[in-house]
């Protein structure tokens, strides 16, 4: 069974200081993963999408970027937090190349302050 | 793009009443229509979809209907219980696309 695990759990952070967020997938070969930010009780907007290792493409510019250093790996960072970018970051996949459901991780509460 | 919208932001009904979330989508190579359910303080996980070659799907309590010349596509749950007070999100996608398209939500109650 697939699993998707996220880290950290929750993060208080200061406006201006760096973030890293992981995501790792076990029980799914190569699949194609995606961030997305959920504003406090808000919707959904995906972020960024990647079909393989070490490709990955912005869907939306929020001073975030994304990297996939391994195929079971999505890494969410910024160098500089602004307080926009507070809110719920969840990390998905889903089979490669198949127009099929997300999977979701549990998610990461950020709080910028 | 895209545009996915959702109709009702908030919807209460009793408990053992039927509940219907409408959606309706602007891209007419959409062909895939997933639903998914958030409770409180957690993650989304899915609960049924629809692909654009069917017009209705239905697993247990949870029917979903869609109209492809309306643009529209709807989901019902019958039997409401109040395990299933949450937010649903519809969305749209196209084959072999990327780029999925979420509604801004509907918060169900379902009152005892």
């Known amino acids: 069974a697939q699993t998707i695990h996220q880290w950290p759990v929750a993060e208080i952070k200061a406006v201006g200081s760096p973030l890293s967020l992981g995501c790792t997938i076990k029980?799914?070969?190569?699949?194609?993963l995606y961030w997305y930010w959920q504003a406090t009780g808000g919707t959904l907007q995906q972020l960024f999408y990647?079909?393989?290792?070490?490709?990955v493409e912005s869907v939306v510019q929020l001073n975030l970027s994304a990297s996939r250093p391994k195929d079971d790996q999505f890494i969410l960072s910024t160098e500089k937090l602004l307080l926009s970018h507070s809110g719920f970051y969840l990390c998905?996949?889903?089979?490669?190349?198949?127009?099929?459901?997300?999977?979701f991780g549990h998610g990461t509460k950020l709080s910028v302050l | 793009g895209e545009k996915v919208e959702q109709h009702e932001s908030t919807l209460s009904v009793r408990e053992g009443d039927s509940a219907v979330i409408n959606c309706t989508y602007t891209?007419?190579?959409?062909?895939?229509f997933p639903w998914y359910k958030q409770e409180a303080g957690k993650s989304l996980h899915f609960v049924i979809d629809?692909?654009?070659?069917?017009d209705r799907k239905q697993s247990q309590r949870l029917i979903v209907l869609l109209d492809k010349k309306a643009k529209r596509f709807s989901l019902h749950i019958t039997a409401t219980q109040p395990e299933d007070s949450a937010i649903y999100f519809c969305?749209?996608?196209?084959?072999?696309?990327?780029?999925?398209?979420f509604g801004d939500g509907t918060q169900l109650v379902v009152k005892p």
């Open positions: 998905a996949s889903r089979d490669r190349g198949a127009n099929e459901r997300l999977f």
């Open positions: 029980g799914k070969s190569s699949p194609n």
């Open positions: 990647s079909i393989t290792v070490g490709q």
């Open positions: 891209d007419t190579a959409s062909s895939y």
């Open positions: 629809i692909r654009s070659n069917v």
């Open positions: 969305a749209a996608s196209r084959n072999s696309n990327n780029r999925i398209f």
